[in-house]
């Protein structure tokens, strides 16, 4: 089991300038690296770490993964990729999944990032910057296989396979696509992605293949291919919700009591005034707001926050920096301006959460703001 967030502050964690603590464990992530490298066998297992690695920071989280076994990187945008190069080994390879620009081809080459060419333009581009610098470059290329979002078409890879000369100073290391609907295992989508991918990859340069990121990982071997690519489950994201979630919990966010009043039958709560007690009760202001990217509709569908093993529903609105809580039923020992409440934690998942609010796991995460403190534990799994 790797070091869990604390239970309660402890030296150093404490940060009493700020609204709020964001832990972000370290050891769980690496060991959630280590429980997906396990599952796909021979298989590569890349860590995908955009998007400042969802959130939780690509300066910390990606030195870890590297320790923990990772050696390929993939990244959104190049300015990621460039950020990403300062804090890994030279011998780690980094994708950038949008591919090149037109023009910014030769800072691919500076900072030894590997594109993912979508289109027949971008491969236009990389074949004419390996033709200027004199030597085949390394990329990898994207297939469309149902999603229409990125990749070459059907119609492109033919094209590229009736000339040849397309590929031209273009040295494909991986063809690559991604599923649409790998969350939802049942669904045909999955294998009729899978069964393009191959059929598409037939007519292209021989390469390693891949498909999946963290849910197609649990479709099983058949889509485990030549490398994977996980994201969220690195971050303790549940992977589908038909079973159990295997990952470790990578993250607590905890937000102080600004302050605790009594209010009275028919008093009301926040913008609005959204909510009315119906009879007295305690209630606290919590520093937490949609501006620290706790969204503001995690108060409808059954929000709450909890306190040990007190579940404080949310009542009213989400303020841009504050939250209100029923308090009612916790002991008033335990409520002061220095106590902390989990808005995420042992007893609420960010999955939870995004169920609240009605989204996915994946907005809370990357929706965290930078304003709260952040706490990196480093303890090793
Ligand atoms: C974001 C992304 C991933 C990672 O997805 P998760 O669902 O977070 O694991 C993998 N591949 C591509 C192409 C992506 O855009």
Redesign the pocket.
């Known amino acids: 089991m790797p070091d869990l967030p604390s239970p309660t502050p402890t030296a150093g964690w404490s940060a009493p300038g700020a609204g709020a603590i964001l832990e972000i464990s370290l050891g769980a992530i690496a060991a959630n690296f280590g429980l997906l490298n396990a599952r796909t066998g021979t298989a590569t297992c890349a860590a995908?770490v955009?998007a400042d690695a969802?959130g939780l920071g690509a300066d910390r989280v990606a030195p870890v993964l590297e320790q923990a076994g990772a050696k390929v990187f993939?990244v959104?945008h190049l300015e990621e990729g460039i950020r990403l190069r300062a804090h890994i080994s030279p011998t780690c390879r980094i994708f950038v999944?949008h591919g090149p620009m037109p023009g910014t081809e030769g800072e691919f080459s500076a900072h030894d990032l590997l594109p993912?060419l979508n289109s027949l333009e971008q491969m236009a581009g990389w074949r004419a910057h390996a033709v200027a610098v004199g030597t085949p470059l390394p990329a990898a290329i994207?297939v469309d296989t149902g999603m229409s979002r990125?990749g070459l078409s059907e119609a492109d890879v033919a094209l590229v396979s009736g000339n040849p000369a397309l590929l031209d100073g273009i040295d494909t290391r991986l063809v690559?696509s991604?599923l649409a609907c790998?969350d939802t295992p049942a669904n045909p989508a999955n294998a009729m992605q899978r069964d393009r991918l191959r059929a598409m990859a037939a007519r292209l340069p021989d390469a390693d293949l891949a498909l999946s990121?963290?849910?197609g990982i649990f479709l099983g071997p058949d889509y485990h291919f030549d490398l994977v690519?996980?994201?969220?489950?690195?971050y303790g994201?549940a992977p589908n919700a038909d079973m159990p979630n295997p990952l470790h919990p990578t993250v607590r966010l905890c937000a102080r009591i600004v302050q605790v009043r009594t209010i009275a039958a028919g008093d009301a709560v926040g913008y609005g005034l959204t909510w009315r007690a119906s009879g007295p009760r305690r209630i606290a202001t919590l520093g937490i707001g949609y501006a620290d990217g706790f969204l503001r509709h995690g108060a409808d569908g059954g929000g709450c926050a909890w306190l040990g093993d007190y579940r404080l529903p949310i009542l009213g609105r989400i303020s841009m920096d504050s939250t209100t809580v029923d308090v009612s039923d916790v002991p008033e020992t335990m409520l002061d301006a220095a106590t902390h409440v989990d808005m995420i934690g042992p007893r609420r998942s960010v999955d939870d959460v995004a169920h609240s609010a009605g989204t996915i796991g994946?907005e809370v995460l990357t929706a965290l703001g930078s304003r709260f403190h952040r706490a990196y534990l480093t303890q090793a799994a």
């Open positions: 995908v955009k969802y993939f959104a999944l993912v994207q990125f690559m991604h790998a990121a963290s849910s690519r996980p994201g969220a489950a690195l994201l994946y």
